[in-house]
């Protein structure tokens, strides 16, 4: 009994440490509050999909104060990219090079960073094409329902955090 109860200690000391703040669902985007780090996020998963997958593609912005970082774009692709290969966000009738690499992508730049969130703010769905490293071609789609709200949860809820 004694030693049940030392775990659930432990267990209840290190939950904190593991804990995000949920800061709401807003369509199919949850924003998230991680004070540990600290730093807040709007993320979303892709649309399912049947095609092969090796990973649980997401989206997310994230806003890091301490680094003062606000809305870094961030893709979670399905599949691992092939060396070098072109990375493509289609977004509002917008096509921009993404920057990337094993299973991620990211805007190459600050500024390429506030075209996407603006386009996300006004577009129905965003989707990232890629080629794989297996050489087939390859995209993830993600709906925008809830997006700019959660950015805008995710801002705030990291506005006091330092």
Request: glycine fraction near 12%.
């Amino acid at each position: 009994m004694r030693g049940l109860i030392g775990v659930l200690i432990v267990f209840l000391v290190s939950a904190p440490a593991l804990a995000r703040d949920g800061l709401g669902m807003f369509g199919n985007w949850g924003a998230f509050r991680d004070p540990q780090v600290p730093r807040c996020y709007a993320i979303a998963k892709a649309a399912p999909s049947t095609l092969k997958r090796e990973y649980q593609p997401y989206a997310d912005v994230a806003f890091w104060p301490r680094a003062q970082v606000r809305g870094q774009v961030h893709f979670r692709l399905s599949r691992k990219l092939a060396a070098d290969a072109p990375i493509t966000l289609s977004i509002g009738g917008q096509r921009l090079k993404l920057a990337g690499g094993g299973g991620d992508a990211w805007a190459p730049d600050k500024r390429a960073d506030a075209a996407i969130i603006a386009a996300m703010r006004s577009a129905g769905e965003m989707t990232v094409s890629a080629r794989g490293a297996d050489g087939k071609g390859f995209s993830n789609t993600w709906a925008l329902t809830g997006a700019a709200t959660a950015m805008d949860a995710a801002q705030i809820g990291c506005s006091a955090l330092r």
